[in-house]
């Protein structure tokens, strides 16, 4: 089975932008969730997506939005982009019933976005 | 408001010896606690897990106790390998979200 995929791998755009980052899920998984892991820190939850719809948000602004398609891959957009934003953008997927947490979660290698 | 803490930012252990890596809570609600390691330019991978109800968990080389009164969780890695290099992420959820909150990370080094 194949893992999490995350495109593209890195990413430099200027303060304003609007920025679109991809993850396919792992084969058989309907639930995925994005992160943002700042340097030196943790990752943040961002928002879940099961089945298409929004499932869960963490503390993020609403210029963090995201999809998800019926394959259940998913994008994670960003508009407006601040210098802050630059991190490491994780996507991990699941397969979870949307009614709670999954332990299972697989998580992709991120995309690394540069904000200048 | 950091609900999850790990107060080490690296530790260096030599090979065979034993890692003990720390982490602290503060929110009471949650019910479950995870540890994940991560390589360099890769995602981070599970480790082990451990519910509330529980005080010690083992997985081959991997334990991790919990103690709830002191919101405290540790992971113990015997013996530790070179392999073993990477960052450790503690992780703790509330049961019915959504959502894992991560500690800093604990960077990891083992010494031939």
């Known amino acids: 089975e194949t893992g999490v995929t995350q495109s593209p791998t890195h990413l430099i755009k200027t303060r304003g932008q609007q920025v679109t980052l991809r993850c396919s899920s792992q084969s058989g998984h309907n639930t995925v969730s994005w992160y943002q892991q700042a340097l030196g820190q943790g990752p943040q939850f961002i928002f879940q997506?099961?089945?298409?719809?929004?499932?869960g948000r963490g503390n993020f602004p609403p210029r963090f939005s995201g999809l998800q398609f019926p394959n259940y891959s998913s994008e994670l957009n960003v508009n407006a982009l601040e210098l802050d934003d630059s991190a490491l953008y994780l996507c991990?997927?699941?397969?979870?019933?949307?009614?709670?947490?999954?332990?299972?979660?697989?998580f992709g290698s991120g995309t690394r976005l540069t904000v200048v | 408001d950091q609900q999850v803490k790990q107060n080490s930012p690296s530790l260096s252990v030599q090979e065979g010896r034993i890692s003990i890596l720390n982490c602290d809570y503060t929110n009471s609600m949650f019910d479950y606690f995870l540890w994940y390691k991560k390589y360099p330019a890769e995602g981070p991978t599970f480790l082990i897990s451990i519910s509330s109800i529980k005080d010690k968990n083992e997985d081959g080389r991997f334990t991790v106790f919990l103690n709830k009164s002191a919101k405290h969780l540790s992971l113990h890695i015997v013996p530790s390998q070179p392999g073993d290099s990477a960052v450790y992420f503690c992780?703790?959820?509330?049961?019915?979200?959504?959502?894992?909150?991560f500690g800093q990370g604990t960077r990891l080094t083992i010494n031939p």
């Open positions: 997506y099961y089945r298409e719809e929004e499932n």
């Open positions: 992780a703790a959820s509330v049961q019915g979200a959504q959502k894992l909150v």
């Open positions: 991990a997927s699941t397969v979870g019933t949307g009614l709670g947490y999954n332990y299972g979660y697989t």
